[in-house]
């Protein structure tokens, strides 16, 4: 079993930043190089979309149109943890933004889309980000 806590959401002004934090653990046998870890967000009223996505076994990353150069993606693998920098936040990045997660070798190969849900196994509870003036 793995579980997955996110945190760092709140209510900040347009062009402020944000850190999230997704930890990740799980039982005996449990490597967190072996994941992909995905934020997704759910904007009120909106679908839920893919924000960002680290491949931890290769450090590949990858990024929404609407987030890209704005946000960063990256990880402490002594922590399990993945960080979301967001910067230059608009009132648009409203949404709940949710970890999850997958094990590389389980989609590997396949056609497998990064912001596709689901793919993804495990899921936090979700952070809220509000972005107003």
């Known amino acids: 079993q793995v579980q997955v806590v996110e945190s760092g959401g709140g209510l900040v002004q347009p062009g402020d930043s944000l850190r999230l934090s997704c930890v990740v653990s799980g039982s005996a046998g449990f490597s967190f190089d072996d994941y992909v870890i995905t934020w997704f967000r759910q904007a009120p009223g909106k679908k839920r979309e893919g924000a960002s996505c680290?491949?931890?076994?290769?450090?590949?990353?990858h990024y929404s149109d609407s987030v890209k150069g704005r946000f960063t993606i990256s990880s402490d693998n002594a922590k399990n943890t993945v960080y979301l920098q967001m910067n230059s936040l608009k009132p648009e990045d409203t949404a709940v933004y949710y970890c999850?997660?997958?094990?590389?070798?389980?989609?590997?190969?396949?056609?497998?889309?990064?912001?596709?849900?689901?793919?993804?196994?495990?899921w936090g509870q979700g952070t809220q980000v509000t972005v107003a003036s």
């Open positions: 680290l491949i931890n076994t290769g450090g590949i990353t």
């Open positions: 999850a997660v997958v094990k590389f070798y389980s989609v590997r190969g396949s056609s497998w889309r990064w912001d596709d849900q689901a793919y993804y196994d495990y």
